[in-house]
């Protein structure tokens, strides 16, 4: 029997399909998302009494009753915005993806929230936007490209389901 001649194998390393994410790097796209869902409620006040009811309700016209519709595009537009600035600056994995699925799944999130306080609707908003920007955030990670636009989509499906 030799035993000198012995083949050693080598170490294995295991490779996890996920990018490594902290619980803070988590934290902070939650934190960017509750941002833009404040911004896009400022912004939804601020283009509603200020620019679409002037031009809009000025005389009895029937484009008037989508006022807050069409502020709500339009800041959802500029949060999308704001939101992928701030996910660059933390250093976020994929942030266009994040902030594309989250302003699609809360497109025309101000219909669901009716008549309520707008107190009210500025931490419902808020508050979903943080999740939403968590999830898509969390979901994005994936490092297989095809397989994070997939768990991606499937929630999006899921999320425009809900509302």
Known sequence: MATGNRIKAKEVKQISPLVDMSYTDLMQMALVGLGVGLLTSLVTLIMSKFVFEPLLCADANQACQRVGDYASFIALLI?????????????????????????????????????????????????????????????????????????????????????
């Open 79 to 163: 949060g999308a915005v704001a939101g992928l600035i701030a996910l660059t600056k933390v250093n976020s994995y994929r942030p266009l993806l994040v902030v594309l699925l989250s302003t699609l799944s809360l497109w025309g999130y101000s219909v669901v929230f009716g008549d309520i306080a707008w107190y009210a609707s500025w931490i419902l908003a808020a508050i979903l936007f943080g999740l939403t920007y968590a999830l898509f955030g969390w979901l994005s990670r994936i490092k297989s490209f095809t397989l994070a636009i997939a768990a991606t989509l499937l929630a999006l499906i899921l999320i425009r389901a809900m509302l």
